[in-house]
């Protein structure tokens, strides 16, 4: 990597999140712009290198702070830092942008409306940064709308109500900093200035710290912008998410099955040799046509997989108030991609499940890893701890997600299911669930190919009659099974009877779905006169005398049941279909 001075600057990169018309935009433009003015007056390329507001990117620039100094050990390994905003404009590339970018948004900047409070995409909002960010601090905008005599009384107001929102997240406590990043409103001329502005900018800069980078495996760039320069190629413009890159590396663009050579490599408008994850990057390549990709991701060739179906482990999200059926269909955000996903729940056997009727299932206390190998007990829908007030943790489950059209992304990401076609005014959660990418199934035959190793089954309770009894150690039953139904897949299971005693299905008898129950341990002397007492009757069926009349009501009052329990196991989602039609 070059050692010029582009190197020497640390790009922190801030994820700006808040709900619709909470000011997202305004903020980012006044931090740049003041910033700018701020730290580059003795620059002669602050106007440059100022605010570069381009699809929701912009940049500021400031001196490294001290802490930042002390925590890289005395060496002088950087002298500027530079804070990238993401800015966020609607839901869906909300969800896209800070999902997508998890590995490397290092602070979250959850912007809040103080008049309207905390609305429901600022609690979606908060939802992904609990699962993707590490530090976020809380921007409370518009003051400018708060009466003056009463301004200070609100934001505290406001500063205590937020605390308690936040006093069981991973956010606990975190700084929360009232401003107008654009005092009048969006249509109001450029000539007020901000207010708390450069306060907000030496808080972003005490909360800074040193990010973990690894410049080891995979390429994986998301690209934000790609255009074109005469003379030169396209430039792709974006972040690294990890790995590293350098000049003369080949890398592909997964969407379209081409692989390109960096010819040059750009940062904070400096050619540099490489660049690492966590940077800011412009890559230029040749022969190709930026109308191609305007956003997307590169990545080492070969890294990343395109999935017709995938297993992830799952979660419910608390605030999701709508149940999780299976084969119900969501919105998967996945690596850079949402798309329309099928899911099916699955989850581990029952405690004691045999040919028993199982108990309900029990909490795992520890992080079961999946695996082909394994028996998994199909469910209807998410299963979540034992009732509605119970503080007890969900079992552990799993889902198989069958894409509406292939996805390209890399393993073991984040995933998360969402309802965004729910009204976006709504005062409803739409992210209904998450978790991590476990298996991936690459071949678009998948059902035939690779579901058959999933062994999914559910528990099925059927229930005959004892017809009559051939001697102390057999009977015969009916009513169980259709004449058509090929009985050799029963021989061998165990049944109960009514009375008590257990057998075992011998296999059919005669042409009628009729069949021989053996059993074991004998039947009981109660058990034999009841049948005896039947057989008596059905001997005397074909008289209508009184005699046969008598017996009928004891024996028509009390059959002999014939229980069985036993595992189905479920194939792909298209048989599972005709499975539940039956049913």
Known sequence: MSTDSATKTLNFNVGVLGHVDSGKTSLARALSSTASTAAFDKNPQSRERGITLDLGFSSFTVDLPDHLRDDSGGQKQYERLQFTLVDCPGHASLIRTIIGGAQIIDLMMLVVDVVKGVQTQTAECLLIGELTCPRMVVVLNKTDLLPPNKRQSAIEKMTKRLHKTLENTRFKECPVIAVAAKPGGPEAPDTEEPHGVPELIELLKKQTYLPQ??????????????????????????????????????????????????????????????????????????????????????????????????????????????????????????????????????????VGASETIPPPSEPCSLETPFTFDREYFYQDEYVTGQGEASSAPDPEQWALLEFERPVTCPSLCLVIGSKLDTDIHANACRLAFQGYLLQGFEDKGYAETALPRLRIYKTKHKEGQVERVTDDYTVIGRNLFKK?????????????????????????????????????????????????????????????????????????????????HFKRTEGTVSKRKRLMAEE
């Open 213 to 350: 980078r690894d410049p080891g495996g995979d390429l994986l760039m998301a690209v934000d912008h790609c255009f074109s320069i005469r003379g030169q190629g396209t430039v792709m413009t974006g972040t690294i998410l990890q790995g590293s890159l350098a000049v003369n590396d080949t890398v592909e663009i997964p969407a379209l099955k081409v692989t390109k050579k960096i010819k040059s490599v750009q940062m904070f408008r400096k050619p540099v040799t490489g660049a690492m994850q966590g940077d800011r990057v412009g890559v230029c390549v040749t022969q190709f046509d930026p109308k191609l990709l305007e956003r997307g991701v590169v990545c080492t060739p070969g890294s990343l997989r395109t999935l017709y179906a995938a297993v992830i482990s799952v979660r419910k999200i608390g605030y999701f108030k709508g149940s999780l059926a299976t084969r119900a269909k969501f919105h998967i955000t996945v690596g850079h991609e949402t798309v329309m996903a099928r899911v099916a729940f699955f989850g581990l056997p029952p």
């Open 484 to 564: 058509e139904t090929n009985l050799q897949l029963f021989v061998g299971l165990k049944v109960k009877l009514s009375t008590g005693e257990t057998g075992v299905i011998e296999g059919g008898f005669g042409q009628s779905g009729k069949f021989k129950i053996r059993i074991q341990e004998g039947l009981c002397p109660e058990t034999k006169q009841m049948l005896s007492s039947t057989s008596k009757k059905k001997g005397k069926g074909g008289s209508k005398g009184a005699p046969a009349n008598e017996e009928e009501p004891k024996t028509d009052s009390q059959p002999i049941i014939i229980h069985l």
